[in-house]
């Protein structure tokens, strides 16, 4: 015979258990959960097991258990979560890569009819072809502006049609022909919302991100920090570099306009007044690579002189 515990007791139970697991667990998944079945629910749960834990609840209790969780171990980490839970949502546990985990719950979606007064997911668009209806079932796509033809006894979509758009409430008509054709539009899972990661909170898109996405990003807040630095003439390490270039460069102009010289500014004012040395030092590159051509021209020669000097040996000809 089974025991039954009251209210006070399961809610004793619920508090010690998300409190073990919030000491447990460092990362927690924030998922929605509307139109999720209870067996589609226990197929997670078992998909899940070994590394995650998946835990449902009013959200008035978890608030209050991780608030005096919070306040008894000190930890306001905890405090994060608060904000999050607001709606039909469940807190998936985890110690697993976020990303492996949130691409595993995403696998068990179940199919859903189209339920009147539903607000659409996304748009429900009705293939062309034969329905196997009969032709008393014409009205149905009458209503709906549907255009259809009579086709060996049945009636048959000509063109596609975009019976339901996303967003928009489904109809007690649109819904009866959608169960008539047999057509499942919709598919329900558990949707993760938001990632709780050691104090951290940050969407799901995040663990999406790959390696280059993330040295793309930073090379790009690099390069806007190192042109506010230029922008302010405020110096940080990435503006530094450019700020010697630009500095060496100013004085270099000075000293090239006026009669103030350096050792690194002499050769430069050197080519300024006689341009004619650009020349002579783009000479050596141009004479090695004439070079290699010249010296195989004359080798050429020498193999062509033998037969030359074999014919003018003979002293006669042949008609002598």
Do not use: W
């Not at 691409?103 to 199919?111: F, I, L, Q």
């Not at 489904?170 to 558990?190: D, H, T």
């Not at 002189?305 to 003979?314: N, Q, V, Y």
């Amino acid at each position: 015979m089974a025991i039954k515990t009251s209210k006070a007791e399961k809610k004793i139970a619920y508090d010690q258990k998300l409190c073990q697991l919030l000491d447990e667990y460092s990362q927690v998944l924030i998922a929605a959960a509307d139109n999720v079945g209870s067996n589609q629910l226990q197929n997670i749960r078992q998909g899940l097991r070994g590394e995650s834990v998946v835990l449902m609840g009013k959200n008035t209790m978890m608030k209050r258990s991780i608030k005096l969780h919070a306040e008894k171990t000190g930890n306001k980490e905890y405090m994060n979560l608060l904000p999050l839970l607001v709606g039909n949502v469940g807190l998936i546990f985890t110690k697993g890569d976020l990303k492996e985990v949130s691409e595993e719950v995403a696998k068990y979606k179940v199919g859903a009819p189209a339920r009147v007064g539903l607000v659409a997911p996304i748009d429900v668009i009705v293939p062309p072809g034969n329905t196997g209806l009969d032709p008393s079932q014409t009205s149905f796509f009458q209503v709906l502006n549907i255009p259809t033809k009579i086709n060996k006894g049945t009636v048959e979509i000509i063109t596609p049609v975009e019976l339901i758009k996303k967003g928009d409430k489904v109809g007690s008509s649109e819904a009866a022909l959608l169960a008539k054709l047999g057509i499942r539009p919709f598919s329900y899972g558990l949707v993760v919302l938001s990632v709780y990661d050691s104090g951290s909170v940050f969407s799901p898109e995040v663990l999406d991100l790959t390696e280059d996405d993330l040295i793309g990003k930073f090379a790009t807040g690099v390069s806007m920090i190192t042109s506010l630095s230029l922008a302010l003439s405020y110096p940080t390490l990435a503006a530094a570099p450019h700020m010697f270039i630009n500095a060496y460069k100013n004085v270099l102009a000075v000293a090239v306009a006026t009669e103030y010289s350096y050792p690194q500014a002499e050769k430069v004012k050197e080519y300024l007044k006689d341009p004619s040395k650009f020349a002579v030092a783009a000479a050596p590159v141009a004479a090695a690579e004439s070079s290699a051509p010249s010296a195989a021209a004359p080798e050429e020669a020498k193999k062509e002189e033998p037969a030359e000097e074999s014919d003018d040996d003979m002293g006669f000809s042949l008609f002598d």
